[in-house]
């Protein structure tokens, strides 16, 4: 018996518990778009098997340091890569590894790859310069009031 991934069975607490997440964690994944759950006549949510790895996938680029945009934006190509990949008849669950870069939806998956990993190193160098920044800013500061009377 096979199930179906993309059927709706996980009420927002269980979702959340299979998740290993809060399920506010969930209704702000919701809120800026980065999943969207099933809803019941009555409103509430239900979550799929295959929003549950999109959530996994969602916490996996959340602690690499990407904000929701990069997150969505991340997501977004990594679908429509999964779309080329069905067009032309690979399989869509198939990651390439540098040794068999040869198609051209594996350029893109290395593109992709590329930019996650420039965007996290960017998001981390503007957060140390921020931080660097402020920390002068404030050793400054201190640093006049003991000069002027």
Do not use: C, N, W
Not at 45 to 66: H, N, P
Not at 131 to 141: C, E, L, Q, V
């Amino acid at each position: 018996m096979s199930r179906d991934a993309d059927y709706p069975r996980y009420v927002i607490s269980v979702a959340a518990d299979l998740a290993g997440i809060h399920p506010q964690t969930l209704r702000a994944y919701e809120r800026v778009g980065l999943v969207v759950p099933a809803r019941t006549a009555g409103g509430g949510r239900r979550y799929s098997d295959a929003d549950l790895v999109r959530v996994a996938r969602i916490a996996e680029l959340t602690r690499l340091g990407l904000p929701h945009v990069g997150i969505k934006l991340v997501l977004d190509l990594e679908d429509e890569l999964r779309g080329l990949r069905i067009a032309l008849g690979a399989s869509p669950s198939t990651r390439s590894s540098p040794s068999t870069r040869s198609s051209p939806s594996s350029a893109v998956s290395s593109s992709v790859t590329s930019a996650v990993s420039t965007s996290a190193v960017s998001t981390s160098a503007s957060s140390a310069t921020t931080s660097s920044f402020h920390s002068r800013r404030a050793t400054t500061t201190r640093i006049s009031r003991r000069i002027t009377p």
